[in-house]
């Protein structure tokens, strides 16, 4: 039997056995159902025996199957059941159903240990993962360059991670170090609307760090990043509305409101800029108190500008504060070192007087330099004043004007007087033009430069160019500006009163506003106040303390005028003997810087032998050199010197300024001080705000 009809039969008799058999439903019918007829017995399964019989008679012989020889015949590649596995299956016990449902439990089982195994696997490595992340982070807010460069470049970025990368690349520390790479990711973070990148943009704008410099996209910025929420940006705004500048309309008090919100808030930029207007008496009422404090606090919490402002209040003694050349110094070069580099300015400061730092006139250029390519106009305008003079290195009128221009072009009012000056009278390659140097001078007062309004008020009371002759107008603007807390307005108002503009002199009106202008860190203040003080005008008389008072207008804060003042006393006897010989180098000095009175004072001295041997023909030299620069006095005294050491002079008049020149520079270095131009106030003009030339 084959095993096909095995199959059918097998599943014929299956059918016959399953207890319920349905047929398909016929239709009603009319006709009575027929008889069924005699069954055919049911046929049987075959049975094992038979089944057994059909398989050896379906078998052929295995001899003829091997063709005759005992080789195994080869398989079939029809399956074939064994007899013997069908009768043991049908034979196995009744347990062997709870056999095969343990092996599918245990089935079942495994699967589960692998699910709960690859899921604790997938968990294992998303654990891995997650701590790497967070690994990664915390290795970026520590500043790690290479962990923030990677979450910055992902796709999408991560945001914050390119701002600390940006300022990880600006900060100077890093030798990788890139401004303009810094500059393109805070425009990413701040097209991302991250205001804090958009304010650090603005700085760097403002700036001109790693891009051209753009005031004008700097308060943009600025202001947006501060409507925001970003207090640094409120306190960029805040400074250019202190002070008026990019096109934002001068709002001191507003700017206030910025500052403080911003050092509530724990900015301390913000709080350092709050500083300077205390300081100045700027939008709020001066309090030079508060003013260190907020100084002092930003400067331990790592704030270059308010170590800046810290060491300056040192360095003057101004507030109360007390005097500490020495720390001042070692402030200024934190900044200087950090992103405060306008701080060089006043570290050149310390090198040129020598106070608080060694003597040191190359280095003093080399930091003004470094503070004016770095941070214009920071510097420009004190180094111009350094070629201008000859002072530390070779005179230079040409490369004096345009440091004048540059400060003025950065935005420094103090540098358009300068050039303002030079055009009236023709000076630095200038060509002479009062009109226009004028209109510069005017342009510096309106925008609050206190040097502006004292020099046009010098014009006003002369009458040059354009501005016309007005000594009323003049003394009403000097007493705007001491009012409104400029210590040169209180300088020149002093002078003002002196001279009895409209009305009799005054000395003792004069004496209060000089004071009010020494008080404020104005080094003519001092020295005219001192002067008063050692003459006994105005103002009760005490001539150690008016020397005093000299002595410390020139050597302590610069002033020009308070070194002739000092010099003359000196010559005169005022400190005896051992003085006189200072006065002299002091007024050679000056005469080599081009001050025509301290020439007149060095010529008499060398004549009359005070402080030096005598010597008529080096003398004379001082005088006519003098008269060529226009002083009548020296032309008066030429007039009384032998005609032929005159002629003498005159015809190697050049030489011999280049040899006092040379002369003054060795005594400097021999320990006499040369007079600086007075350390840079801590105005709010001056730009000190948020880190930048403003702010830096």
């Known amino acids: 039997m084959s095993l096909r009809a095995r199959f059918e039969a097998r599943f014929r008799s299956r059918s016959r056995q399953w207890p319920l058999r349905c047929a398909p439903v016929s239709p009603p019918s009319d006709k009575p159902e027929p008889l069924p007829e005699k069954d055919e017995p049911d046929e049987q399964p075959p049975s094992d025996e038979q089944e057994a019989q059909s398989d050896e008679t379906d078998a052929p012989d295995e001899k003829s199957a091997r063709g005759g020889s005992d080789r195994p015949a080869p398989r079939s590649k029809r399956p074939s059941r064994h007899p013997k596995a069908d009768r043991d299956a049908k034979r196995e016990p ?38 790497a992340e967070q690994a990664l982070h915390q290795a970026c807010k520590h500043s790690e360059r290479t962990a923030c460069r990677t979450l910055c470049d992902r796709i999408p970025a991560d945001i914050p991670a390119c701002v600390r990368l940006a300022d990880k690349l600006s900060s100077g520390d890093d030798s990788a170090g890139d401004d303009r790479e810094a500059v393109s990711l805070y425009r990413k973070a701040c097209e991302a609307k991250n205001y804090e990148g958009c304010a650090k943009l603005g700085r760097a704008q403002y700036n001109g760090t790693g891009i051209p410099r753009d005031m004008q996209a700097a308060a943009v910025n600025f202001d947006k990043s501060c409507k925001h929420g970003s207090q640094l940006g409120c306190a960029g705004y805040g400074h250019l509305l202190l002070v008026g500048q990019a096109g934002v309309k001068k709002d001191p008090k507003r700017g206030v409101k910025l500052f403080k919100n911003s050092c509530k808030a724990g900015e301390q930029r913000g709080c350092a800029s709050l500083a300077i207007a205390y300081l ?3 939008g709020v009422e001066k309090d030079a108190a508060r003013a260190y404090s907020l100084f002092s606090s930003s400067c331990k919490k790592g704030i270059d500008r308010g170590c800046l402002g810290q060491g300056v209040m040192m360095f003057d003694g101004q507030g109360g504060v007390k005097h500490d050349a020495a720390a001042a110094v070692k402030l200024f070069k934190k900044s200087c070192e950090g992103d405060a580099k306008d701080a060089c300015v006043y570290l050149a400061v310390a090198h040129l007087s020598g106070r608080g730092a060694k003597r040191d006139l190359a280095g003093a250029v080399a930091l003004l330099k470094r503070a004016c390519d770095d941070a214009p106009p920071a510097g420009c305008a004190m180094l111009a004043q350094l070629y201008t003079a000859g002072q530390g290195v070779q005179p230079d009128p040409a490369k004096a004007g345009a440091l004048f221009h540059r400060a003025c072009d950065n935005g420094l009012p103090e540098g358009c007087v300068a050039i303002g000056s030079a055009m009236i009278a023709g000076q630095l390659g200038e060509k002479r033009d009062p009109a226009r140097g004028a209109e510069l001078i005017k342009n510096a007062c309106d925008k609050g430069s206190a040097a502006g309004c004292t020099q046009l008020a010098m014009l006003e009371m002369q009458g040059v160019g354009p501005i016309k002759k007005d000594p009323a107008a003049a003394l009403r603007r000097v007493t705007k500006a001491c009012k409104s807390g400029s210590p040169q307005g209180c300088s020149m108002l002093g002078t003002l009163q002196m001279q009895g503009v409209q009305g009799k002199p005054d000395p003792e009106a004069a004496a209060r506003s000089f004071k009010q202008a020494c008080d404020g860190g104005d080094g003519d203040g001092c020295a005219f ?23 410390s207008s020139c050597k302590r804060m610069g002033s020009l005028r308070g070194c002739s003042m000092y010099a003359r006393a000196m010559l005169l006897g005022a400190g005896g003997k051992d003085k006189e010989k200072e006065g002299v180098q002091l007024a050679e000095s000056l005469c080599a810087q081009g001050g025509a009175q301290s020439c007149l004072m060095a010529g008499i001295a060398n004549i009359q032998g005070r402080g030096v041997k005598r010597n008529l023909e080096r003398g004379a030299s001082f005088i006519v050199g003098a008269c060529q620069a226009g002083f009548p006095p020296a032309c008066a005294m030429q007039k009384h010197l032998p005609p032929a050491i005159v002629k003498k002079v005159k015809k190697d008049a050049a030489a011999a300024l280049e040899r006092m020149k040379k002369e003054a520079e060795k005594a400097r270095a021999g320990g006499a001080r040369a007079p600086v131009s007075a350390v840079p106030s801590l105005g709010a003009g001056a730009g000190l705000g948020l880190g930048l030339p403003a702010p830096k």
């Open 280 to 282: 100045n008496g700027v």
């Open 94 to 131: 009744a347990g062997s159903e709870a056999s095969g449902g343990s092996k599918a439990l245990w089935y079942v089982v495994g699967a589960v240990v692998l699910v709960v195994g690859g899921f604790g696997l997938f968990r294992l490595r998303q654990q891995r993962l997650a701590h």
């Open 529 to 551: 106040y001192g002067a008063q003080m050692a003459d006994g005008q105005g103002v009760k008389k005490d001539m150690t303390k008016g020397l005093k008072l000299l002595e």
